[in-house]
């Protein structure tokens, strides 16, 4: 399925008006404008970074000009069962570290907890504020063929990407002018405001300006530029864990020239196991000394809090619409890729008998890395992926192989479908944020399903469009649609690209 285009490439009624501008453009123009927006990236020095033969490399963002529309319907409902999904998982993540009740109820496995790579006993007993554990997450999310959204997998730890998506939306807004100014596309910028709103509200009670820091690995962490980014938006401090102690009284400080002052939450972006060298890992030096004793105390806030990521797991995943169903007595909004969990004897059999149809994945890798798809891989691989799966059954899960929607993107000069996802990012406290869209990730290699930067993506801006109140699209009467279309075939045809 293309997104912008229907099989006769007519422009679906939401994307009209872009294609009509694109095909007023002319391929020319359009290639300036990218050129522009690249330029932009590297004058804003907007970067991410590639870990590669030992090097830390930064690289100018992948961008592309051409954006992904979703209509603002369909997307409320993706809001929806976003937001459902995460109060559910928080209700899970708490019960786990406190009465297990689900687990007792016979619908959880408690084997798979025991083997969770992510389930830390230092937070059993714990009871962050509004019970919540997830306040900032990103469920990445696919499209198949007939255009129905699903959640390929939910990252809970330490979700990054917000940043692009903001920085894509400037960017695109001095592309194209003229869309901006005439049509209702949903903002992007108010997420830090509620990101602000929502770490302010973890501070202890009684505190009425609560000093909030980002905690950052520091400046050789691929996400450190969304790290800076953020903590200037909000006006807080961006700190090391040398910066900050912990003192006598369990209260954490921050050094300043003017001496010490109370932190009331902290944002964190390092990994649980270099969170507090107290509690996980001695050898760190990214964390801070006693840090979980503070946030245990309450006295301080931290998001997300620590043991969030045993629900960001593969394996767990496949639980998701159960867990649902168990807290919520509701049935999931928006559901699951069919998953197989090798850790059973017969999905593992089915599994190895089919790797060359499925997507094999490790529980706990991110990034892309570890993943294998069947249909791509050579026969070495798929016995190498048979090996791992036999050695270590409860690592791996399995999915079948999901014909990623695409979007026209500028290639060489032409316009070309290319696969996309996109991750959208969810704030949870005493209520629900959902990004109007978030970052769509594009696969720059034809036919590709590998989409992170980290191994050659890129990304688009995504807008989410509302119908105008008078029933016009895009200034345009949807009666236009079909002569619009036949200048999208000329404009696919003119900018060379093939079919999208």
């Known amino acids: 399925m293309d997104e912008l285009l229907t099989p006769d490439h007519t422009p679906r009624p939401a994307a009209a008006g872009l294609w009509s501008l694109l095909d007023d453009l002319g391929p020319e123009e359009l290639l300036a404008r990218q050129h522009a927006t690249e330029l932009d990236i590297l004058t804003m020095g907007i970067t991410f970074t590639v870990y590669s033969d030992g090097e830390n490399i930064d690289r100018a963002w992948p961008f592309d000009v051409v954006p992904r529309i979703i209509p603002g319907d369909e997307w409320s409902q993706v809001e929806r069962g976003l937001a459902q999904r995460l109060r559910a998982v928080n209700m899970f993540i708490d019960d786990l570290y406190n009465d297990q009740r689900i687990i007792e109820d016979g619908v959880f496995p408690p084997d798979l907890l025991q083997d969770s790579a992510n389930f830390r006993p230092e937070c059993v007993g714990a009871h962050p504020k509004f019970g919540v554990w997830a306040h900032i997450s990103g469920s990445d999310l696919v499209r198949d063929d007939d ?14 990407g917000v940043s692009y998506v903001i920085e894509n939306r400037a960017v695109t807004k001095r592309a194209f002018p003229e869309l901006f100014g005439h049509n209702r596309i949903r903002p992007v910028d108010t997420y830090t405001d509620a990101l602000s709103r929502l770490l302010a509200s973890l501070a202890p009670d009684g505190v009425r300006k609560p000093r909030i820091v980002v905690l950052t690995p520091g400046i050789f962490n691929s996400a450190y530029f969304e790290h800076s980014f953020l903590a200037q ?14 003192g006598d009284d369990d209260c954490v400080y921050m050094h300043t020239t003017d001496g010490r002052r109370r932190v009331h939450v902290i944002y964190r972006r390092i990994d649980d196991l270099f969170l507090d060298p107290e509690a996980f890992r001695p050898d760190s030096l990214l964390g801070v000394a006693g840090l979980m004793r503070a946030w245990k105390a309450g006295n301080v806030g931290i998001a997300n809090a620590p043991g969030a990521g045993v629900a960001d797991d593969k394996c767990v995943y496949a639980w998701m619409p159960d867990i649902i169903r168990y807290y919520l007595d509701e049935e999931p909004q928006i559901a699951n890729v069919p998953t197989y969990r090798c850790m059973y ?3 593992r059999e089915y599994v190895l008998e089919h790797l060359d149809e499925l997507v094999m ?5 991110s990034g892309g890395y570890g993943i294998t798809i069947g249909s791509r891989a050579t026969e070495e691989e798929l016995t190498a992926c048979a090996e791992a799966i036999l050695d270590d059954p409860r690592n791996w899960v399995a999915q079948p192989i999901i014909n990623l929607s695409t979007v026209p993107t500028l290639i060489d000069g032409n316009l070309e479908p290319r696969h996309v996802d996109l991750r959208p990012f969810i704030l949870t406290g005493e209520s629900s944020y959902v990004t109007a869209g978030g970052l769509t990730r594009v696969a720059l290699q034809e036919g590709s399903l590998i989409v992170n930067s980290s191994q050659g993506g890129g990304s688009k801006d995504t807008w989410i469009v509302d119908e105008p109140r008078d029933g016009n699209q895009w200034s345009q009467s949807q009666s236009q649609t079909q002569s619009q279309g036949d200048s999208a075939q000329q404009q696919s045809q003119s900018i060379g690209g093939g079919e999208a």
Do not use: I
């Open 345 to 347: 004897d017969e999905e």
């Open 233 to 246: 938006r909000m006006g807080a401090e961006l700190v090391e864990g040398g910066d900050l102690v912990v």
């Open 147 to 160: 255009g129905t959204f699903y959640v390929l997998e939910d990252n809970l730890r330490v979700p990054s």
């Open 361 to 365: 994945k490790p529980a706990n890798e």
